[in-house]
């Protein structure tokens, strides 16, 4: 098939998410999406509006060129672009063919390659990072050739640059840790600073979770059954779907969790029932490149979990965390692949104390990439 290539841009009402369901919509109504640049911000381009978002995307594509024009018109229009037939204006999508394959085409409705890509350094940048040494028919230059003659001095800023903040090396980090540990309090402070992708888990919406700590016999299987489908499709969903805007992603659990949880709430029968349907929806998530594990001693945990005040969790027991903790425990010395990180944060409220977390996010920051268990302790100020 033709390989497109496609400048997607938007710069009203939600410009992520319009610009994402394009892409995905392309995948699936004109072709398979090959490649996509990072995103990248620059000021509106030939009039006074708002910042656009810019990327490009390689298609390959079975229509011919004014069918994919079809397709992307109606693409702007279900996303809310309304063309006023008077030039540039603001627009929550809009779509550019840049290229198909080697063909020049001048009609009434559609130029390729596109007649103004050469002037558009907001074009150009994110070709460039998917397609430096493609040559533009048309042109004769590839579009790393291009780009270094543009003149257009429009500042296009790659919008994952944080040059001010300690670079993170990781893609996906994973918070993980016993009941009350402070996982989805840290994911979030990460997140947050870093404009990282944030997976949390759905768990206060699962209605068997109250009745377990009432019943836990009675309702620990259809709670670990639960909690799996829900978490695989969570993390099936979010990290299949690309994220341009975000630097790296940060999760507050991994489907793992489900596993460790099952072998502490499950009768033996129905734990290997339970782990035979776990390996085989295991083998579709993608693993973290940095497993972090936050520990605290049962009685710190038990403080956090009364302060946080949730009635389901009131019956927690010592015991029943010291269970988890070596589930958790178990898992870890039987890795050999994964990168895992160990955090002793027992008394660290890294919430009331700026340093503390500063010293978090420092640790990490440094963690090497190499597959292996680390551990280290943070002590707490008395």
């Given at each position: 098939m033709p390989l497109a290539y496609l400048s997607l841009g938007?710069?009203?009402?939600?410009?992520?998410?319009?610009?994402?369901?394009?892409?995905?919509?392309?995948?699936?109504?004109?072709?398979?999406?090959?490649?996509?640049?990072?995103?990248?911000?620059?000021?509106?381009?030939?009039?006074?509006?708002?910042?656009?978002?810019?990327?490009?995307?390689?298609?390959?594509?079975?229509?011919?060129?004014?069918?994919?024009l079809d397709v992307i018109h109606t693409l702007e229009k279900e996303a809310g672009r309304r063309r006023s037939g008077r030039g540039y204006d603001n627009r929550p999508l809009d779509i550019d063919i840049l290229t198909?394959?080697?063909?020049?085409?001048?009609?009434?409705?559609?130029?390729?390659?596109?007649?103004?890509?050469?002037?558009?350094?907001?074009?150009?940048?994110?070709?460039?990072?998917?397609?430096?040494?493609?040559?533009?028919?048309?042109?004769?230059?590839?579009?790393?050739?291009?780009?270094?003659?543009?003149?257009?001095?429009?500042?296009?800023?790659?919008?994952?640059?944080?040059?001010?903040?300690?670079?993170?090396?990781?893609?996906?980090?994973?918070?993980?840790?016993?009941?009350?540990?402070?996982?989805?309090?840290?994911?979030t402070m990460l997140a947050d600073e870093y404009g990282a992708k944030l997976i949390t888990e759905r768990f206060e919406e699962n209605?068997?979770?109250?009745?377990?700590?009432?019943?836990?016999?009675?309702?620990?299987?259809?709670?670990?059954?639960?909690?799996l489908a829900d978490r695989y499709q969570q993390l099936i969903d979010e990290l299949t779907s690309p994220d341009l805007f975000s630097p790296f992603t940060v999760s507050d659990y991994y489907v793992i969790k489900s596993l460790i949880f099952a072998g502490v709430t499950l009768e033996d029968e129905e734990y290997e029932l339970y782990r035979k349907i776990f390996n085989i929806m295991y083998r579709d998530i993608k693993k973290p490149d940095l497993y972090v594990y936050l520990y605290?001693?049962?009685?710190?945990?038990?403080?956090?979990?009364?302060?946080?005040?949730r009635e389901y969790e009131k019956n927690i027991t010592a015991d029943y965390l010291k269970s988890v903790h070596e589930g958790y425990m178990k898992f870890i010395r039987s890795q050999r692949e994964l990168n895992v990180l160990i955090?002793?944060?027992?008394?660290?409220?890294?919430?009331?104390?700026?340093?503390?977390?500063?010293?978090?996010?420092?640790?990490?920051?440094?963690?090497?990439?190499?597959?292996?268990?680390?551990?280290i302790k943070i002590e707490a100020d008395e």
């Open positions: 938007a710069n009203t009402g939600r410009k992520r998410e319009n610009i994402l369901h394009a892409l995905k919509e392309l995948d699936k109504r004109a072709g398979t999406v090959r490649a996509v640049s990072p995103a990248y911000r620059s000021p509106a381009w030939g009039f006074d509006g708002a910042p656009f978002v810019n990327v490009t995307a390689a298609l390959d594509t079975p229509l011919e060129p004014e069918a994919l198909y394959g080697d063909l020049v085409v001048q009609t009434e409705r559609l130029r390729i390659p596109h007649p103004l890509l050469h002037k558009r350094r907001f074009v150009l940048r994110p070709w460039y990072d998917i397609a430096p040494d493609f040559r533009v028919p048309g042109f004769d230059k590839t579009v790393g050739e291009l780009l270094s003659l543009c003149d257009d001095s429009t500042p296009v800023i790659r919008m994952s640059e944080q040059s001010e903040l300690t670079p993170i090396p990781f893609d996906f980090i994973v918070f993980e840790g016993n009941i009350g540990a402070g996982k989805t309090t840290l994911a209605p068997f979770l109250p009745k377990f700590y009432e019943d836990p016999k009675r309702y620990a299987f259809p709670l670990e059954m639960s909690f605290r001693t049962t009685d710190d945990l038990l403080k956090n979990i009364a302060k946080r005040g955090l002793d944060i027992t008394g660290v409220d890294f919430v009331a104390n700026p340093g503390y977390y500063r010293t978090i996010k420092d640790i990490i920051a440094h963690t090497p990439k190499t597959p292996e268990t680390r551990r």
